[in-house]
């Protein structure tokens, strides 16, 4: 079978899907990823062809644009920068590849140009989530559905639009409710106990489970890591994730909450020029590291609330104190909370005796101790991969 993969956003929304070629390569199929020009060399590292339908210098966001700090407006930026602009060529790529024979495209829900192709050529397009915020913004009860302020029609609309009237296509409303969804698959990559189906979700939505992506991205210093780990307590993890270039708050308050709880630190970012310049001897630093080699060694993770960071959080059976920025993460953090596996403290509200305070809870809380055992299990004897690629080959 041919499979095209079409994916836009941070690191952390190509990464699954790295995992999930590896697994359908291996199986036989033909696979190709497209994205924006930045995901290339990962995915040329897999072999595998890789077609551009965004260059990478349109994410490379202006500090200085406020929506990127607004969460009620980061969507909107998003269209501008990232979404409208990759719609038509990724439409364009759809079209010519099923010129050539069948092929399925699976595509993340916010692909827009998928979605036109699904609807103009008949191309079998499996919309996928990488958490549930976009299928829950139906249910008014949700946080989700927030998601239709934010970036409803008068956000998406006049580009799809547009566009469609270049189709031949009437305009489009309710988007985020019903019209960005495939009306033939929908695949979710979270398990149920994550976030239980809501009966307004389409009904061709099938959910598989995390699937994590575990190899290294950068050279690590394993053993400087390895000794660090061993020489003292377990360490709190702190990330800002691929995605948010200023982070100097985050981590300069993450080393003062540290001091005063007297514990050791690990600080991940890819911007070093993040952290205070300095850090004590009790503070490590690195570009990256898979989550799955440190996590199980460590007393707490502190993150942004990225899916991929929860889900690796939730399989180490580690506290999560998350500090949601934009998107999907608020709905994750409150996900999160809702399975008694951690807390959340607003951006803004991320100060040194909060987030001291917060964490002395969750780390001294028998009741996150038990509900991060419970899930812990409960993702051990689970295999998504296997499930996530059975049902993409039930889709050919």
Known sequence: MRFLIVTLGSLGDLL??????????????????AGSSNFEPLVRGLDVEFI??????????????????????IWALGMEHVLAPAMRPTYELIRDRTRHGPCVVLARWAVFGARLAAETLGTPVCSVYMSA?????????????RLRGI?????????????RRELGLRPVKQICESWLHSP???????????????????????????VTYDEDLTSAPAEKLEAFLAAGDRPIVFTSGT?????????????????????????????????PPHLPPWAFH????????VLARTSALVHIGGIGTCAQAIR????????????????????????????????KEYEEKIVTAKLTELLSAESVRRACSLYASRFAVENPLEKTCDFIESLG
């Open 243 to 275: 995605g948010m270039p200023r982070a100097n708050d985050f981590f300069r308050v993450s080393l003062a909450a540290c001091a005063s709880l007297g514990a050791r630190a690990i600080f991940l970012t890819l911007h070093q020029a993040q952290l």
């Open 316 to 347: 180490a059976g580690v506290p999560q104190l998350l500090v949601p920025t934009a998107v999907d993460q608020f709905d994750n953090a409150l996900q999160i909370e809702a399975l008694g596996l951690g807390a959340q403290v607003p951006m």
């Open 133 to 145: 915020e976009a299928l829950n913004v139906c249910d008014p009860t949700s946080s989700a559905s």
């Open 286 to 293: 690195a570009n990256y590291i898979p989550m799955r080699d």
């Open 184 to 210: 033939e698959h929908g695949l979710g990559l979270f398990p149920d106990w994550f976030c239980n189906r809501r009966p307004c979700w389409p009904a061709q939505v099938t959910t598989t489970g995390f």
């Open 16 to 33: 699954p899907f790295l995992t999930i070629t590896k697994k359908l390569l291996a199986r036989g199929h033909e696979v190709s990823i």
């Open 52 to 73: 551009c339908v965004l260059a990478s210098d349109r994410i490379q966001r202006p500090t200085e644009d406020a929506r990127l700090w607004d969460a009620s407006r």
């Open 151 to 163: 970036c409803g029609d008068d956000v998406f609309g006049p580009a799809i639009n547009a566009y």
